[in-house]
């Protein structure tokens, strides 16, 4: 199991307190360092700095870590911007690049900066184009591309990436969502959810893949969220009783939310098992989100979570 760290700028923060963060990561474990790419907290305007520019900065500030963006609003950027961006990201940082692609959601977000959020049909009609569009400029496929929105000429777009640059596509669609990964991505994402769920989204992804005439095994399942995890049973239910009161909710109620997301919480060993039940799903990483400003994150909670995850 791989295991990444995923941030929220949008929540506020600057640069040097994204850079420290992933500059802690690196040298605590994480495989991966991923940032949302939102320009709006809300219905709140503060410091929230943009995704794409900000990995340029990473790429450079760090050495060893992958970068990526979960997910990149296909309504910010044409894929023409989003292709070149990513592939000189990924040049800067030596091939660690994954560019997370998505439709788009955030109503308030679109209205205050006056960008276009087309109706949802059309919004997977063009998720589908770009996908399709980053194949062909990131050498993928050849003779360009041509569809209803997008158009590319047959030409090499250069500087192609310097590694895999993987495509990451996120969601918790039934249907569309796994689908396009099974025929675009390298690695598909999704909120952690319970093994009946999973399974379903995975079998459509995979008969995507294979109709696509993929492999489906190369395509990366990921889950994210935020564990509770304690030292022993004690510790476990002062820490749910922390985590229930900062959402303002019982802790029934708290536990029960964890149990239907089938979020990982417990002792230590307890979640050890439960990410061994995942990774027999087909799970093969996990991502340790942490929604909050940048310099109010707890890097040693997140740190204390993933030695419990890892081992």
Known sequence: MQYGFMVEPQAGGSYDELRDLAVWAESTGFDVFARSDHYLNGEESVEATDALISLGGLARDTERIQLATMVSPLTFRHPAVMAKSAATIDQMSGGRMALGVGTGWMVTEHERFGMELPEMRERFSRLFETLAYLHACFGRSGGGYSGRHYTLADMPVLPHPTGALPLIVGGNGPKKTPTMAGRFADEYNMFSTDLDTLAARTTVMREAALGADRDPDDI????????????????????????????????????????????????????????????????????????????????????????????
Do not use: K
Not at 225 to 230: E, F, K, L, S
Not at 254 to 276: C, F, I, K
Not at 277 to 285: H, K, M, N, Q, Y
């Open 220 to 311: 990366l399942i990921s889950l994210i969220g935020y564990p509770v995890v304690g030292d022993d049973e004690a510790d476990y239910r002062e820490r749910l009783g922390q985590r229930a009161a900062g959402r303002d909710m019982e802790v029934a109620d708290y536990e029960a939310m964890l149990d239907s997301r089938n979020l990982p919480h417990g002792t230590t060993d307890q979640v050890r098992t439960h990410l061994e039940s995942l990774e027999a799903a087909g799970v093969g990483r996990f991502y340790i989100q942490v929604y909050a400003a940048l310099g109010d994150i707890d890097t040693e909670d997140v740190g204390r979570i993933y030695r419990a995850l890892t081992g």
